[in-house]
């Protein structure tokens, strides 16, 4: 069975690039390099990441001159051309980019239950097993969180609240201080309907610090 990809959403998002360099922040804002399945995709957008970054052109010319050559031997500039034409419209840039990062979590799928199955064969205690499995599960289920842009007006008003909260109540922090000063300055307090859990591996000091 082969590799989850799509060659023509990466295509796509690379083109919608070139064609509109205004969409390079917003598609960026959820794709890495590691999201693209070909390694000459992947280095075309580190190339676009790169001359971006310097606030230069990013088209397939300047991106192609910068690269000069592709992992695969082929000619940056002539590929990066291609693959604009290819690309039917910067209009559907959005659904390219979420089809190229679904393929890209498959993939990391598939490699964490590869990783399981050697996990499970180790010859560590099953709670470090456990333990190993979830972190690698949970750094997945990171990689999955997708951004969201918000206007300022949309959070300004419960920012306000905030400071307003703090100011009244004389303190530094606007919640249930916890005792512990160090944990107070991170959360800022504990606040009603929220829900902290304390995560560790085993005999990390979880239940000593919930007790005290």
């Known amino acids: 069975m082969r590799d989850p990809y799509s060659v023509e959403a990466e295509h796509g998002v690379l083109g919608a690039m070139f064609l ?32 971006h970054g310097e606030s230069k052109p990013a088209d397939a010319v300047t991106v192609g001159l910068y690269l000069s050559t592709l992992p695969s031997g082929d000619n940056a500039v002539a590929y990066a051309a291609e693959v604009t034409r290819n690309t ?41 097993k456990v333990a190993a499995v979830q972190a690698e599960a949970q750094a997945i289920d990171g990689q999955s969180a997708t951004s969201e842009v918000l206007k300022a007006s949309d959070i300004l008003d419960d920012y ?39 995560a560790g591996r085993p005999a990390m000091g979880k239940t000593t610090l919930a007790m005290n």
């Open 20 to 51: 509109r360099p205004e969409l390079i922040d917003i598609l960026s804002a959820d794709l890495t390099v590691d999201d693209f399945y070909y390694d000459d995709n992947a280095a075309l957008y580190r190339g676009i990441m790169a001359l």
């Open 88 to 128: 039917p419209s910067a209009a559907n840039a959005a659904s390219y980019a979420a089809t190229v990062r679904e393929r890209s979590l498959d993939r990391a799928m598939i490699e964490l239950s590869n990783r399981i199955n050697e996990i499970a064969h180790s010859d560590q205690p099953t709670v470090d």
């Open 160 to 198: 306000i609240e905030v400071l307003q909260s703090r100011a009244d109540r004389g303190e530094g922090i606007d919640g249930l201080s916890t005792g512990i000063e160090d944990l107070d300055e991170k959360l800022q307090g504990l606040k009603p309907e929220q829900l902290i859990i304390i």
